[in-house]
């Protein structure tokens, strides 16, 4: 079912012109007199309240950063908080008219955005729903504090739990609403639709992305909204997100029913400065930040200036905006120009910018005009808007003196239990499936042409007499990956991928050979070239509640998406308290014969950092039954596949690889070949070198070597390694990736510690050169070959008798290498 879209030489070769339309700019010019036609004057108090709330809140927390005090109550809090103080009207118009299910990410400066929203959902929500939210949330526990001191009606308690959940988080409480693990910078709370705040600035561009794609794909109500700095306008990632976010194919190529723009609106918090740079003028070309949505599409993203001093005028944008995006013609782009009257941080001494201009700024105030305003309108009088400033205040001091106090919003005891952050890095649960409903597929799976195919393989690589089958014969080890993603998409309707070449082409290794013809198009689709949105737009969708497999082509590009796969991706599950699951499996091909930048393995980096799942399956048998562990589970796995065995068939696992559903759990290596002598302990391809050797090793000198396949890097069960150890006292350990700083370097380490009262000889690795991956003619001299474990073997452990090494594995070589940085 390949799609057919026709492109017409002489259509695309005319000459013409490209021409743009209008980008308004702040063009709202209602008065209150006339909002009073849509809006209560209890409404539009209640805008100042919410712009008054957030106003205080950060001025309290501006006092505790520059004097230690607020109200008379000390405190000392050395963490971050960048204050949004002048930006509260772009906040809550942001917020007014959005519902429960529309979702808001956001940057480092959050917490008017968090309290906008927050408000505006306790307004909107139900008090059955708030008492429900809010004794459901961590089994009540904020509920509980914030309830002794709490007079008057649900909606007041709920206001309460806002600013305590919030604060407490900010100052690190194990009572904030991320447990104290999220902080100032990443604080959110999803049941009020307020998802997760990234201190990597632009870090929400691509993730939000995700989550509009989750609401699409699921068909959940609401739109989503990326919060995002002017100046984070020159990140990849918001460059990405908008890509991914406009691809055609949303509104060509997807069935009727989930045809059309993502629901997603780009909403920059355009305060016109970064820390200190100034975007415009200096760091960026855009002159009118607004221009951008011009080039992006023919829609030019609707894009439009709006005045954020005025929360009438961003309310009346977001209206218009959302029923936009509610009629699918997203994205959509809006610039909310605002000014930030606080520093960047409260050690910010604005040395970038004039007092004139600050002055400039404070005397058009949001909150004094807009309750200006509503005095001049008979809206609310003086003493009204007055009495709303002192209760906010009394509120702010009572929520500051719930949160600093110890004994009711302790701290984590990581005396008392060590490891409590460490079980928040994984969920490791097993799910079926995150949603009840029938997969969208597009025929039964027996049909399915490559599963039809598939069935007339041989399961297991060698016939009767011990020889290998053609490789067309043989169930190879990207069959092995086909069938457990095939089998999850028939068990998961949740459950997507999207990477580069996908569909048609059947991903760039013919992995998903037969999906195209299995799934419709919001199930598989190609993605931009953006490796960064790849990545990110899947942890968007995962936290929101679905699964996802996103795919970089080749291991080098993960460079691209450094960010999302670093700091996102294996983060958010213990940041957010463990109230978010991460169920990603990121398909990474590790290349060959391409050269320098297509043959990298960066396993160990991966591995390196805390929170991500790592696997690297060597044979069809472990492919499959590691993917289908991977994709029951609900934590994020980099799920590594070498390109030099695709092909192989399955020579070690008797009876072949079995049709049916098996797991493999994730950490657990397996002894591939039993022995005596040595270990050999390999992770990736280099089995099938380590298996040549051994058999060398053993024709030779009669030696035998106890074969181990790491299959996982992270987790990893030392046992069986250990326990081989100590038998042979003696072990290799070898990877296709560059020695230096290696995943194997890290075992070497390990099994020297826990072992070495057993050892004869240092643990050994072999790995590949530390230099660029030459060309595929000079592979030989760069990755491990057999003679290499013989050499090693025999220069490092054990002698050889009569054995001629070819490469010097010496202590002085190894020297000379490392002082050359080679
Ligand atoms: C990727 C990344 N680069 C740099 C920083 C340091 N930094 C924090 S805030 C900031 C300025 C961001 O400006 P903008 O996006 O306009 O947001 P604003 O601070 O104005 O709200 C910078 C450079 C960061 N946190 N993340
Ligand atoms: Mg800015």
């Given at each position: 079912?390949?799609?057919?879209?026709?492109?017409?030489?002489?259509?695309?070769?005319?000459?013409?012109?490209?021409?743009?339309?209008k980008i308004p700019l702040?063009?709202?010019?209602?008065?209150?007199q006339?909002?009073r036609?849509?809006?209560?004057?209890?409404?539009?108090v209640?805008?100042?309240?919410?712009?008054?709330i957030?106003r205080?809140?950060?001025t309290?927390l501006?006092?505790v950063?520059?004097?230690?005090?607020?109200?008379?109550?000390?405190?000392?809090h050395?963490?971050?908080?960048?204050l949004?103080?002048?930006?509260e009207?772009?906040?809550?118009?942001?917020?007014?008219?959005?519902?429960?299910d529309?979702?808001?990410?956001?940057s480092?400066r959050?917490?008017g955005?968090?309290?906008?929203?927050?408000?505006?959902?306790?307004h909107?929500?139900?008090?059955?729903?708030?008492?429900q939210i809010m004794?459901?949330?961590?089994?009540?526990?904020i509920?509980?504090?914030?309830?002794?001191?709490?007079?008057g009606?649900?909606?007041?308690?709920?206001?309460?739990?806002?600013?305590?959940?919030t604060?407490?988080?900010?100052?690190?409480?194990?009572?904030?609403?991320?447990?104290?693990?999220?902080?100032?910078?990443?604080a959110f709370?999803?049941?009020?639709g307020?998802?997760?705040n990234n201190?990597?600035v632009?870090?929400s561009?691509?993730?939000?992305?995700?989550a509009?794609?989750?609401k699409?794909?699921n068909?959940?109500?609401?739109?989503v909204?990326?919060?995002i700095?002017?100046?984070?306008m020159?990140?990849?990632p918001?460059?990405?997100?908008?890509?991914?976010a406009s691809?055609?194919?949303f509104?060509?190529?997807?069935?009727?029913?989930?045809?059309?723009?993502?629901?997603?609106?780009?909403?920059?918090?355009?305060n016109?400065?970064?820390?200190?740079?100034q975007?415009?003028?200096?760091t960026?070309?855009?002159?009118?930040l607004?221009?951008?949505?011009?080039?992006?599409?023919?829609?030019?993203?609707?894009a439009?200036?709006?005045d954020?001093?005025n929360p009438?005028?961003?309310?009346?944008?977001?209206?218009?905006?959302?029923?936009?995006?509610?009629?699918?013609?997203?994205?959509v782009?809006?610039?909310?120009?605002?000014?930030?009257?606080?520093?960047h941080?409260?050690?910010?001494?604005?040395?970038?910018?004039?007092?004139?201009?600050?002055?400039?700024?404070?005397?058009?105030?949001?909150?004094?005009?807009?309750?200006?305003q509503?005095?001049?309108?008979?809206v609310?009088?003086?003493?009204?808007?007055?009495?709303?400033?002192?209760?906010?205040?009394?509120?702010?001091?009572?929520?500051?003196?719930l949160?600093?106090d110890d004994?009711?919003s302790?701290?984590?005891?990581?005396?008392?239990?060590?490891?409590?952050?460490?079980?928040?890095m994984?969920?490791?649960?097993?799910?079926?499936?995150?949603?009840?409903?029938d997969?969208?597929v597009?025929?039964?799976?027996?049909?399915?042409?490559?599963?039809?195919?598939?069935?007339?393989?041989?399961?297991?690589?060698?016939d009767?007499?011990?020889?290998?089958?053609?490789?067309?014969?043989?169930?190879?080890?990207r069959?092995?990956i086909f069938?457990?993603?095939i089998?999850r998409f028939?068990k998961?309707?949740?459950?997507?991928?999207?990477?580069e070449?996908n569909?048609?082409?059947?991903?760039?290794?013919?992995?998903?050979?037969?999906?195209?013809?299995?799934?419709?198009?919001?199930?598989?689709?190609?993605?931009?070239i953006?490796?960064?949105?790849?990545?990110?737009?899947a942890?968007g969708y995962?936290?929101?509640?679905?699964?996802?497999?996103?795919?970089?082509m080749?291991?080098?590009f993960?460079?691209?998406s450094g960010?999302?796969?670093?700091?996102?991706l294996?983060?958010?599950?213990?940041?957010?308290?463990?109230?978010?699951?991460?169920p990603?499996?990121?398909?990474v091909?590790?290349?060959?014969?391409?050269?320098?930048?297509?043959?990298?393995d960066?396993s160990?980096?991966?591995?390196?950092?805390p929170?991500?799942?790592?696997?690297?399956?060597?044979?069809?048998?472990?492919?499959?039954?590691?993917?289908n562990?991977?994709?029951?589970?609900?934590?994020?796995?980099?799920?590594?596949?070498?390109?030099?065995?695709?092909?192989?068939?399955e020579?070690f696992?008797?009876?072949?690889?079995p049709?049916?559903?098996?797991?493999?759990?994730?950490?657990?290596?397996?002894?591939?070949?039993?022995?005596?002598?040595?270990?050999?302990l390999?992770?990736?391809?280099t089995?099938?070198?380590?298996?040549?050797?051994?058999e060398?090793?053993?024709?030779r000198?009669?030696?035998?070597?106890?074969?181990i396949?790491?299959?996982?890097l992270?987790?990893?069960?030392?046992?069986?390694?250990?326990e081989?150890?100590?038998?042979t006292?003696?072990?290799?350990?070898?990877?296709d990736?560059?020695?230096?700083?290696?995943?194997?370097?890290?075992?070497?380490?390990?099994v020297?510690?826990l072992?070495?009262?057993?050892l004869?000889?240092?643990?050994?690795?072999?790995?590949?050169?530390?230099?660029i991956?030459?060309?595929?003619?000079?592979?030989?001299?760069?990755?491990?070959?057999?003679?290499?474990?013989l050499?090693?073997c025999?220069?490092?452990?054990?002698?050889?008798k009569?054995y001629?090494?070819?490469?010097d594995?010496?202590?002085?070589e190894?020297?000379?290498t490392?002082r050359?940085?080679?």
């Amino acid at each position: 079912m390949s799609k057919k879209q026709y492109i017409d030489p002489e259509k695309e070769r005319k000459p013409g012109y490209i021409t743009f339309g209008k980008i308004p700019l702040n063009q709202y010019n209602r008065t209150i007199q006339q909002e009073r036609e849509n809006y209560s004057d209890e409404d539009l108090v209640r805008i100042y309240r919410d712009m008054v709330i957030i106003r205080e809140f950060e001025t309290m927390l501006n006092r505790v950063k520059t004097t230690g005090e607020y109200n008379g109550i000390r405190y000392s809090h050395p963490g971050p908080a960048h204050l949004s103080i002048g930006q509260e009207a772009s906040a809550v118009g942001m917020a007014y008219h959005l519902t429960v299910d529309d979702f808001i990410f956001g940057s480092h400066r959050s917490h008017g955005e968090i309290l906008a929203k927050g408000l505006s959902a306790i307004h909107q929500s139900e008090e059955h729903i708030l008492v429900q939210i809010m004794s459901g949330y961590f089994d009540g526990t904020i509920l509980r504090i914030v309830e002794k001191g709490g007079k008057g009606e649900v909606k007041d308690l709920a206001v309460r739990f806002l600013l305590y959940g919030t604060l407490a988080e900010i100052f690190a409480r194990e009572t904030g609403f991320n447990k104290g693990l999220g902080g100032s910078m990443h604080a959110f709370f999803p049941p009020f639709g307020i998802y997760p705040n990234n201190a990597i600035v632009g870090g929400s561009g691509d993730i939000s992305v995700g989550a509009a794609l989750f609401k699409r794909v699921n068909k959940k109500p609401g739109i989503v909204v990326a919060n995002i700095g002017d100046a984070s306008m020159g990140c990849g990632p918001v460059w990405e997100g908008i890509s991914f976010a406009s691809m055609d194919q949303f509104k060509t190529l997807w069935d009727e029913e989930y045809r059309g723009g993502l629901p997603i609106l780009f909403n920059f918090m355009n305060n016109q400065y970064g820390m200190g740079g100034q975007t415009r003028g200096e760091t960026m070309g855009y002159d009118i930040l607004a221009r951008v949505g011009a080039g992006v599409n023919p829609e030019m993203m609707h894009a439009e200036r709006v005045d954020g001093y005025n929360p009438l005028a961003v309310m009346d944008a977001f209206k218009r905006k959302k029923a936009i995006l509610e009629a699918r013609k997203g994205p959509v782009l809006l610039d909310t120009l605002t000014y930030r009257i606080s520093g960047h941080s409260p050690s910010d001494a604005s040395s970038y910018r004039s007092k004139e201009e600050i002055e400039a700024w404070k005397n058009v105030d949001s909150i004094i005009e807009f309750g200006l305003q509503l005095m001049t309108a008979g809206v609310a009088s003086a003493s009204a808007l007055e009495s709303i400033r002192e209760k906010v205040k009394d509120l702010t001091t009572e929520i500051m003196v719930l949160v600093v106090d110890d004994t009711q919003s302790s701290r984590m005891n990581l005396t008392r239990d060590p490891d409590t952050i460490g079980r928040k890095m994984f969920s490791n649960e097993s799910v079926n499936t995150f949603d009840h409903r029938d997969p969208e597929v597009c025929l039964p799976i027996g049909e399915n042409p490559r599963v039809l195919q598939i069935k007339k393989k041989e399961r297991f690589g060698l016939d009767t007499d011990g020889k290998p089958f053609s490789k067309v014969k043989s169930f190879q080890l990207r069959d092995g990956i086909f069938e457990a993603i095939i089998d999850r998409f028939y068990k998961d309707p949740t459950l997507i991928a999207f990477g580069e070449e996908n569909r048609d082409w059947g991903g760039a290794f013919a992995v998903y050979r037969g999906l195209t013809e299995a799934l419709p198009y919001h199930r598989l689709f190609n993605a931009p070239i953006s490796e960064g949105a790849i990545a990110g737009a899947a942890v968007g969708y995962a936290m929101c509640g679905g699964r996802v497999i996103p795919e970089i082509m080749y291991c080098d590009f993960l460079g691209r998406s450094g960010d999302e796969v670093f700091n996102q991706l294996p983060k958010w599950q213990s940041m957010s308290g463990n109230i978010l699951k991460m169920p990603v499996v990121l398909r990474v091909s590790v290349g060959s014969k391409y050269g320098a930048q297509h043959s990298q393995d960066w396993s160990s980096i991966v591995a390196h950092i805390p929170g991500l799942k790592v696997v690297f399956p060597a044979t069809p048998y472990d492919a499959k039954g590691l993917m289908n562990a991977a994709l029951q589970g609900t934590d994020p796995v980099v799920f590594f596949e070498s390109q030099r065995i695709y092909d192989v068939g399955e020579l070690f696992h008797e009876g072949g690889v079995p049709e049916e559903y098996y797991e493999i759990p994730i950490g657990e290596p397996d002894i591939k070949k039993q022995g005596k002598d040595i270990t050999i302990l390999s992770v990736g391809a280099t089995l099938y070198t380590i298996m040549e050797a051994s058999e060398e090793l053993s024709a030779r000198w009669g030696i035998s070597t106890e074969v181990i396949d790491g299959r996982s890097l992270v987790p990893f069960n030392y046992e069986p390694v250990l326990e081989s150890v100590k038998k042979t006292g003696k072990i290799i350990l070898a990877s296709d990736a560059s020695s230096r700083g290696s995943f194997m370097k890290e075992m070497a380490q390990t099994v020297t510690e826990l072992a070495f009262d057993y050892l004869d000889a240092p643990p050994v690795v072999v790995g590949s050169r530390n230099w660029i991956v030459p060309a595929h003619e000079l592979e030989e001299f760069f990755f491990p070959q057999k003679e290499w474990i013989l050499d090693a073997c025999h220069q490092k452990i054990m002698p050889l008798k009569g054995y001629n090494p070819s490469n010097d594995f010496s202590d002085d070589e190894q020297i000379r290498t490392n002082r050359l940085g080679i």
